[in-house]
């Protein structure tokens, strides 16, 4: 069993066809978690999760969209109340190129969306681009007295903030930072742009999850332009490659990493 912790089959890219790729997905024992960027793409993807067996939707306003949009609790806390919505996500911080003129309303947004996430005890979908020390320090500054903490220095309070920062993006240090604050690290295709070699191998397994950011991010193996769950398969292959386990291994670990995050 595999699981594909952040896919975008809720997106227009898959409008025609979600159903066909859901259903080969499921096939090859792969489950997947739909990930919302503002409401209306939560909204579809709590309604396509509700529809099948090992589909989950996680839900949360995106922060590019944070300069346009409002975060209305009410309505996403409406959406959350489903067994199927396992997450707030995917929220952060986005400072790529233009993006980055409206970082104190993003971060308005974001710190408005953790309130969320700890009311609901939900784990956090974590969107983070060219802005990893500023969401370091956000997410610092909700860990209350962090010195006080004497073995877990980083340990959050009641483990009510948990998540993952997905499609990683940084250094080791950047990454060890997250892992001592006990988020996972979210490894895509993002590994065939970047050299993410060194945090892949210093990272614990057991701190890994797998995803695909579909219709994004195709590995090169796929052959074809959009991706899809199944590809997930090649971010596998060659974390355990790198890692220097076996296919399976990596697999089983992985998955159980999911189902102990999202509780599902």
């Not at 005890?121 to 500023?134: E, G, M, S, T, W």
């Not at 610092?140 to 010195?147: H, L, V, Y």
């Not at 398969?233 to 189902?259: G, R, S």
Request: charged content about 30%; overall charge positive.
């Amino acid at each position: 069993m595999l699981i594909d912790t952040h896919a975008h089959l809720n997106f227009k890219a898959f409008k025609n066809d979600f159903d066909k790729i859901i259903k080969r997905s499921l096939a090859e024992d792969i489950w997947m978690i739909n990930v919302g960027s503002n409401y209306d793409t939560s909204k579809r993807a709590k309604e396509i999760a509700e529809k099948y067996n090992g589909i989950f939707a996680a839900i949360g306003l995106h922060p590019i969209h944070s300069k346009d949009e409002n975060f209305d609790k009410e309505k996403y806390k409406g959406l959350a109340n489903s067994d199927k919505v396992v997450a707030i996500g995917e929220i952060g911080l986005d400072y790529f190129k233009d993006y980055a003129v409206f970082k104190e309303k993003q971060k308005k947004v974001f710190l408005e969306q953790l309130e969320l996430a700890k009311e609901l005890n939900l784990p956090v979908i974590f969107h983070c681009r060219k802005a990893h020390q500023d969401l370091i320090e956000v997410l610092k500054s909700q860990i209350p007295n962090p010195k006080s903490q004497i073995n877990h220095k980083f340990q959050i309070l009641n483990s009510k903030l948990r998540g993952v920062i997905h499609c990683f993006t940084g250094d080791w240090n950047q990454a060890k930072q997250y892992l001592d604050m006990g988020f996972y690290l979210g490894i895509n295709g993002i590994i065939y742009k970047r050299d993410l070699k060194e945090v892949i191998e210093k990272t614990p397994l057991e701190k890994i999850l797998i995803e695909t950011d579909c219709p994004y991010l195709t590995p090169p193996q796929a052959g074809v332009e959009r991706n899809e769950p199944v590809f997930i398969k090649y971010i596998i292959q060659d974390i355990a490659k790198i890692k220097n386990l076996d296919f399976q291994k990596v697999a089983e670990t992985t998955f159980q990493n999911a189902k102990n995050l999202f509780k599902i």
